[in-house]
T-cell receptor, first 113, second 117 residues
Framework: GENVEQHPSTLSVQEGDSAVIKCTYS??????FPWYKQELGKRPQLIID?????GEKKDQRIAVTLNKTAKHFSLHITETQPEDSAVYFC????????????FGTGTRLQVTL | GAVVSQHPSRVICKSGTSVKIECRSL??????MFWYRQFPKQSLMLMAT?????????EQGVEKDKFLINHASLTLSTLTVTSAHPEDSSFYIC?????????????FGPGTRLTVL
């Protein structure tokens, strides 16, 4: 089955700096890669996703890049703000009726003033 | 749009009792719902995939007789933790995937924190 590794496990940045979280996946058939943000005790919220037919996607301060050859994808947050502090999870799946998400281990991002 | 609710949000029960958790898609139909368990400071672990009108598919290591799943309609799936024990204490989260679309996006419920005494 699919295996997703995520690094780093914790990340502390100063407000205004950029944050990068990296994930690798094992199954070359995976073609859908969402990123979720989870605040303490809350539900995971989809913040951005990318499909294997594109290499990069951007939404305001958030961007995701995908390298299919190397089987890794990354989340980039620019101009970080204190409200970006949360746990971020990457995930991978193969699209289709039987698809299921395999999650990374999570990255705790702390944005300090 | 794409709102998923869960009930209850918190439950405390005695060891040996059963607890039912409901997951509803409020503004869309979900042919597939997923049940996850999340221990403190850990990732989401998929327990089972629930398809409307058919038996759930359980992940390896998850006891289907202990975690009963019913997906009787396109907007409701239930998870019953039978004979709960303290080690079942966890954060249970459901998600739903919209029917008929090309997207694989999963929308998550707010979670249920189960504490077994």
């Amino acid at each position: 089955g699919e295996n997703v590794e995520q690094h780093p496990s914790t990340l502390s940045v100063q407000e205004g700096d950029s944050a990068v979280i990296k994930c690798t996946y094992s199954d070359s058939a995976s073609n859908y890669f969402p990123w979720y943000k989870q605040e303490l005790g809350k539900r995971p919220q989809l913040i951005i996703d990318i499909r294997s037919n594109v290499g990069e996607k951007k939404d305001q301060r958030i961007a995701v890049t995908l390298n299919k050859t190397a089987k890794h994808f990354s989340l980039h947050i620019t101009e970080t703000q204190p409200e970006d502090s949360a746990v971020y999870f990457c995930a991978a799946s193969i699209t289709g009726t039987a698809s299921k998400l395999t999650f990374g281990t999570g990255t705790r991002l702390q944005v300090t003033l | 749009g794409a709102v998923v609710s869960q009930h209850p949000s918190r439950v405390i029960c005695k060891s040996g009792t059963s607890v039912k958790i409901e997951c509803r898609s409020l503004d869309f139909q979900a042919t597939t719902m997923f049940w996850y368990r999340q221990f403190p400071k850990q990732s989401l672990m998929l327990m089972a995939t629930s398809n409307e009108g058919s038996k759930a598919t359980y992940e390896q290591g998850v006891e289907k007789d202990k975690f009963l799943i019913n997906h009787a309609s396109l907007t409701l799936s239930t998870l019953t933790v039978t004979s709960a024990h303290p080690e079942d204490s966890s954060f249970y989260i459901c998600s739903a995937r919209a029917a008929g679309g090309v997207t694989d996006t999963q929308y998550f419920g707010p979670g249920t924190r189960l504490t077994v005494l």
